[in-house]
């Protein structure tokens, strides 16, 4: 694909606040990539909190017992091995093209869902919905990540995190008004799947990433794309071991603690401490833009003393906040707890994103995103699949998912372990693989 030499003008991002624009700023190029999946990550943020907001109505619609809400969200999560596939291919056939597939099948299947009569049907609806969902996400750190430069990168996974998780703020707005939509928590699926169809068509204009295209002319030299890949993911971990490794314990540990937090919360909120919907969206809208700007700063703060000590700064704070949540007092103000919980979750699930998709060589980028993802959804999985367990023997959410949460150090030490990439290109962090 061309490139237009007029798009490595440096321009102001007009539409944030001078606070909380990046370091340097963004070429006319880098900007245009960022918005074209930035804006696909919002309202994907939106559809991956409909079920979690809407859980009481869901659940009330389509008979799901009390103990086997959180084990239908791991029968959901089993989507992100299909996304895995899809997000490996990416480093066959290129960055944009898998970027339109995932956007269009993410928009059908939300849309879809908003039908469904029955229990079955809506699993299998989400798990199709978050097999592009997810794929979409993996890719759209990858894109980021190749495309910005190193002393903006840490802005810019800041600032994509936060505009997936207003997306839930989005989603919270529209749930505040669930029981006057006309068809309830369907209507919640409906509504969100307009914009991804159109985000699909204005992608059209997204092109391939430059560090892509130079691979890709490396890979056509061998004799087939399937067996490149394949070679690829061998050398990966020959080469990279330890990082490998650090990346993929500190993703399992902490998507082990904190999903079933992350996802129980709004109902928590409803029925722990008695909050009407529109009331949680009272607490949802102005405690995540707090969060949001927050991690848009601390995006700027790693470019400057680095990654892995605001991840782990992140996992600190979600682990303290998600304990007072879920404590079960009910001291005045203590919902506010959530504000800081979802304030480190946003922070830490960002930065280790990024730093899968900053750790290792173009051949490597979306393949090790894909892993990152995998293992974060599934040991998620496994933890939710618990939590409905652990619910009948202490006869509460809270205690529950306290006890999930304490294997959280784990994925602070794993983090700790693995090099620091903030200010740094990626060339330097890590070199291509030579093809023979």
Same mark, same amino acid.
């Given at each position: ?9 440096? #321009? ?30 919002? +309202? ?60 269009? *099948? ?34 759209? @750190? ?15 996974? *800041? ?6 998780? %207003? ?33 699909? @068509? ?9 560090? +892509? ?8 030299? %061998? ?34 603690? #904190? ?12 029925? *722990? ?31 400057? #003393? ?18 007072? +949540? @879920? ?14 919980? +979802? ?36 040991? *998620? ?17 809270? /205690?529950?998912?306290?006890? /999930? %949460?304490?294997? %959280? ?16 290109? /990626? ?10």
């Amino acid at each position: 694909m061309s490139h237009n030499l007029g798009e490595d003008r440096v #321009v102001k991002i007009a539409w944030l606040p001078p606070g909380l624009r990046p370091p340097g700023g963004l070429t006319i190029r880098q900007e245009r990539v960022f918005l074209l999946v930035g804006v696909a990550m919002l +309202f994907a943020g939106y559809d991956m909190n409909v079920f979690g907001l809407a859980a009481p109505q869901i659940q009330a619609s389509l008979g799901i017992p009390e103990d086997k809400l959180a084990i239908t969200l791991s029968y959901i999560r089993l989507a992100t091995i299909g996304a895995l596939a899809l997000a490996w291919s990416a480093d066959l056939v290129g960055r944009r093209r898998l970027l339109l597939i995932t956007i269009t *099948g993410q928009a059908l299947a939300t849309l879809a869902t908003g039908f469904v009569q029955d229990y079955t049907s809506f699993v299998w609806c989400q798990m199709l919905t978050r097999v592009f969902g997810y794929a979409e996400e993996m890719l759209c @750190y990858v894109v980021i990540a190749e495309e910005v430069a190193a002393a903006a990168r840490g802005w810019s996974i *800041g600032t994509l995190a936060a505009l997936n998780y %207003m997306g839930g703020g989005i989603a919270s707005l529209v749930f505040a008004a669930v029981t006057l939509l006309p068809y309830g928590w369907r209507s919640l699926y409906i509504i969100g799947s307009l914009p991804l169809f159109l985000i699909a @068509y204005m992608r059209r204009r997204l092109p391939e990433t430059q560090r +892509f295209e130079t691979h890709e002319k490396e890979v056509e030299k %061998m004799s087939s794309r399937v067996a490149a890949a394949l070679e690829q993911t061998k050398r990966m971990a020959q080469e990279y071991p330890g990082r490998l490794t650090g990346i993929l314990v500190a993703a399992a540990a902490f998507g082990f603690a #904190v999903w079933p937090a992350e996802f129980l919360w709004p109902k928590y909120l409803q029925s *722990g401490f008695g909050f009407k919907p529109y009331e949680t969206t009272m607490l949802i809208i102005p405690g995540g833009l707090v969060a949001v700007v927050f991690n848009i700063l601390v995006g700027r703060i790693s470019d400057r #003393v680095g990654r892995r000590i605001m991840a782990v700064a992140g996992c600190a704070m979600a682990m303290l906040g998600f304990a007072a +949540f @879920y404590s079960g007092l009910h001291l005045p103000y203590l919902p506010l707890s959530w504000i800081f919980a +979802f304030t480190g979750f946003l922070i830490a699930d960002a930065l280790i994103a990024g730093l899968s998709a900053e750790l290792v060589p173009t051949a490597y980028r979306a393949t090790v995103s894909g892993l990152r993802y995998l293992t974060a959804i599934l040991s *998620g999985a496994v933890s939710l699949a618990l939590e409905g367990p652990l619910y009948n023997v202490f006869h509460t959410h809270g /205690l529950a998912v306290l006890v /999930l %949460m304490s294997v %959280m150090p784990i994925a602070m030490i794993a983090l700790l372990t693995l090099p620091e990439p903030a200010g740094r290109s /990626l060339e330097e962090i890590s070199a291509e693989p030579r093809h023979a």
